[in-house]
C-alpha cells in the first residue's frame, strides 16, 4: 500500500504505517501530494494533520498551480486551512490581495475570515447589529441614504454595503463611499468589478448622464487605488 492508498482508505493506522516507506511529498499524476490528495479525498482531518506534523510540504503546487489552502478552499475544508494557518501557511502575496487565498475564499465569509491575518483584508461576516443597520440603509430613498450614509462608520460596513448595493440605484453612494477615508483597496476592487469597470474603460465615451457616473466612478477608483489593475 502506498500513501495515496492509505489516504484513500481513510485509515489513519494505515497511514502511519505507510508514512515512513514513501515520500511524505511525491506527487500522483495531476502533481498532486498527499496533502492535496488529503482534501480531494475529504480524508478525516486527522490524516491530513498527520502529514503535517511529518513534514509534509505545505506549499507545493499540483498541475492546476493550487498549493495545498487552495485546495482547502475550493473543498470548503475549514479545519484543514486553521490547521495550514497555524502551521504558518503564507497568506500575503508581493502582487497585492487579488492574488492572496483570503481573496479566492471571499465568496466564502466565514472561511475567508479565517484569514483576515491578510494584508488588506476586511471581515465578511457581520454581527446581527451591523446586518441590521446594512438592511436599513439599503432600503432607504435616495434622500434618506445620503443623510444616514455616515453610518457606515467601519471598514466592515462600508464593504457590506457595496456588496449589497443595488447597482441599478443612482450610484452617487458608492461614489461617497470610494472617497470615504475608512474605504479599502479591497472593497474599491470589488466597486470595480460590480460596476463592470473593464467595460467602461474600454467605452469611455457614452451619450448618457448615467453612463458618465460610471465611467467617472471608475476613474476615480484607479486614481486613488491604481493596483486595482494589477
Not at 136 to 154: F, G, I, Q, S, W
Request: glycine share 2%; proline share 4%; net charge negative.
Amino acid at each position: 500500500m502506498n500513501i495515496f492508498e492509505a489516504i484513500k482508505s481513510k485509515s489513519l493506522d494505515q497511514l502511519k504505517e505507510v508514512i515512513a516507506k514513501n515520500n511524505i511529498n511525491s506527487k500522483d499524476q495531476y502533481g498532486r501530494t498527499p496533502l492535496h490528495y488529503a482534501i480531494v479525498q475529504k480524508a478525516p482531518i486527522e490524516l491530513f494533520k498527520e502529514l503535517i506534523d511529518c513534514g509534509a510540504d505545505i506549499n507545493i503546487e499540483d498541475k492546476s498551480h493550487e498549493t495545498v489552502i487552495y485546495k482547502a478552499i475550493k473543498f470548503e475544508n475549514k479545519q484543514a486551512i486553521q490547521i495550514l494557518i497555524d502551521n504558518g501557511v503564507e497568506l500575503n502575496h508581493p502582487l497585492g490581495i487579488k492574488y492572496t487565498p483570503w481573496f479566492s475564499a471571499r465568496h466564502l465569509p466565514e472561511i475567508a475570515d479565517l484569514m483576515l491575518k491578510t494584508q488588506g483584508a476586511v471581515r465578511l461576516t457581520l454581527t446581527k447589529e451591523e446586518k441590521d443597520i446594512i438592511d436599513k440603509l439599503l432600503y432607504l430613498d435616495e434622500k434618506n441614504l445620503e443623510h444616514n450614509l455616515e453610518r457606515l462608520n467601519t471598514p466592515e460596513l462600508l464593504h457590506a454595503f457595496v456588496l449589497n448595493f443595488n447597482w441599478d440605484d443612482d450610484i452617487t453612494p458608492i461614489d461617497k463611499i470610494l472617497h470615504n477615508s475608512l474605504c479599502k483597496e479591497i472593497t474599491a476592487i470589488e466597486m470595480f468589478e460590480l460596476a463592470d469597470g473593464h467595460y467602461w474603460l474600454e467605452h469611455p465615451n457614452v451619450k448618457y448622464k448615467d453612463d458618465e457616473q460610471y465611467v467617472k466612478l471608475i476613474n476615480d477608483i484607479l486614481e486613488r487605488f491604481p493596483q486595482v489593475l494589477r
